[in-house]
Structure formats: structure tokens, C-alpha cells
């Protein structure tokens, strides 16, 4: 079985910085995109960053854009999203996802995830 468990969340100050992790067991994406999604209270679930199974593409939410980083290290099969900068708005949680198809993209929609965490909550005071 593929799980996911995503790592690192907690509360900061607003103008920090967290670096969120996601573990993959089950399998090797490492030809596979992933990404990270989040969703804030009463709200949808939306996109945050995408990144290729090779790295070398990735795409951000205009929100986190210059703010976010997404990377992975595949030979630890973990994907990781340093968060700097913070701003209350980004107060949600956050979903490490998989996709099933290998590609070289790193799509931006929620529907080419097949494989989803439990999700770590990150929360930011003003």
C-alpha cells in the first residue's frame, strides 16, 4: 500500500519559516509528479506547489510564489516544502499527494493525484 505522511507543521509568527516533509512508503515515485495542496478552514482544497519526478519542473500557486520552495530527494522518497515568509493566510492544512501517472510534468490540478497524506497543520499568528 502507498501512504504518505506529511511532517513539519506547527505554529509560527507570522514572517517565519517551516520546512514541511512528506514520507513516501508503499512504492518509489521518483518518475512521478507531486505536490502539495492545502486547505484552510470552511474553504476548499487548493493547490500550492507541484514539482516533476526528476525535479527539474515545478509550479506554485501565485500566493506562495517567491515565498514557497518545493523539492524532493528521491533517494529518500520524500518531498519537501520549505515554507518562509508566512503570512496568516497561509494558515491551513497542508496535503503532500502523488501522482499515479508517470510524466514529466508537475500538474497543478487536484485530480491527477491519485495518492494523498493525512495532511500536517500549519498555523500562523499575526
Known amino acids: 500500500q502507498v501512504q504518505l505522511v506529511e511532517s513539519g507543521g506547527g505554529l509560527v509568527q507570522a514572517g517565519g519559516s517551516l520546512r514541511l516533509s512528506c514520507a513516501v512508503s508503499?512504492?518509489?515515485?521518483?518518475?512521478?509528479?507531486m505536490a502539495w495542496f492545502r486547505q484552510a478552514a470552511g474553504q476548499e482544497r487548493v493547490f500550492v506547489a507541484s514539482?516533476?519526478?526528476?525535479?527539474?519542473?515545478?509550479a506554485y500557486a501565485d500566493s506562495v510564489k517567491g515565498r514557497f520552495t518545493i523539492s524532493r530527494d528521491n533517494a529518500k522518497n520524500t518531498v519537501y516544502l520549505q515554507m518562509n515568509g508566512l503570512k496568516p493566510e497561509d494558515t491551513a492544512v497542508y496535503y503532500c499527494?502523488?501522482?499515479?501517472?508517470?510524466?514529466?510534468?508537475?500538474?497543478?490540478?487536484?485530480?491527477?493525484?491519485?495518492?494523498w497524506g493525512q495532511g500536517t497543520q500549519v498555523t500562523v499568528s499575526s
Open positions: 514539482i516533476s519526478g526528476s525535479g527539474s519542473t515545478t
Open positions: 499527494a502523488a501522482d499515479r501517472t508517470i510524466s514529466t510534468m508537475a500538474p497543478t490540478a487536484r485530480y491527477r493525484y491519485d495518492y
Open positions: 508503499g512504492r518509489t515515485f521518483s518518475r512521478n509528479a
